[in-house]
């Protein structure tokens, strides 16, 4: 399964570069995960629960990075085991491009999966896929940029602020 995507971040390509080799950063972005720990140059352990569709899982991998270009470009490459459920592999190169609003991140994934989660066919996979790779991207940006203009002015007018969760899903 590939995929490729850009999108605008309201932020130095600098800033965006260290979010990216930053473990909290990861954790908090990277849906459902538990724990990330490590370092960019010895590599990251890190663990995460997702379900898709019936097939509920933690994954225990490790994510390594290479061809890493300072404030440009760098390779995501990670795998994990599920247990009974299979395992997951796949990998990111990622470029970063300065813009004058900021910057503009460009990713070209593929992931690959087996054991019961290959059982239940593509579409799931490459939707749940998409999925999980576009909640990183839109999670990282709102780490970089804060919450949108439209949560924010919610946000003011009712004297709340709301959660990544329940802007991205409209409820409380």
Known sequence: MKMTDT???KATPAE????LLDP???KACVPGATEVTGN????FEASVTQKVGPVKATFKGQVTLSDMVE??????DGQGKGG?????????KVSIAETPEGSELSYDVEAKVGGKLAQLGS?????????????????LQEHLEGPAESDAIEASETGEKKGW???LTGKE
């Not at 404030?71 to 995501?76: A, G, P, R």
């Not at 009974?84 to 990111?92: D, E, S, T, V």
């Open 7 to 9: 999108r605008p971040i």
């Open 16 to 19: 965006v570069y260290a979010a």
């Open 24 to 26: 909290e950063v990861l």
């Open 40 to 43: 960019p140059k010895d590599g």
């Open 71 to 76: 404030n440009q470009s760098l390779t995501i």
């Open 84 to 92: 009974a459920a299979g395992f997951a592999k796949g990998g990111a």
């Open 123 to 139: 579409r799931i996979i490459d939707g749940f896929s998409k999925k999980m790779a576009d909640q990183f991207f839109t999670n």
């Open 165 to 167: 969760i329940s802007r």
